[in-house]
Nanobody, 115 residues
């Protein structure tokens, strides 16, 4: 059974930092491309960052410079470090992994940034 479990969300003041984690099980994690998405209230889910199996990263322009995606294939865990948090970063953050036509999502973790 494939599971992706996010953690690390919470309430933080603007300017603060958070590190989100996504623990994967039931897959050969190292072979999968990983991604973080977020969905703010009343908005569509949007891609935040991706990381390939080889470690190549991409970021959406709105978070570039404040966000770092990383992975630890030994721990089968993916991370999203968010610095200089802004109120507009408030959203549910989801992790996802893909390999070919296979794809899986986590249940999401809430990040709330107070001004």
């Amino acid at each position: 059974q494939v599971q992706l479990v996010e953690s690390g969300g919470g309430l933080v003041q603007a300017g603060g930092s958070l590190r989100l984690s996504c623990a994967a099980s039931g897959i050969i994690f190292s072979a999968y491309t990983g991604a973080w998405y977020r969905q703010a209230p009343g908005k569509q889910r949007e891609l935040v960052a991706t990381i390939t199996s080889g470690g190549t990263t991409t970021y959406v322009r709105s978070v570039k410079g404040r966000v770092t995606i990383s992975r630890d294939n030994v721990k089968t865990t993916m991370y999203l470090q968010i610095d200089s948090l802004k109120p507009e970063d408030t959203a549910v953050y989801f992790c996802a992994v893909t390999y070919g036509s296979a794809g899986y999502w986590g249940q999401g973790t809430q990040v709330t940034v107070s001004s």
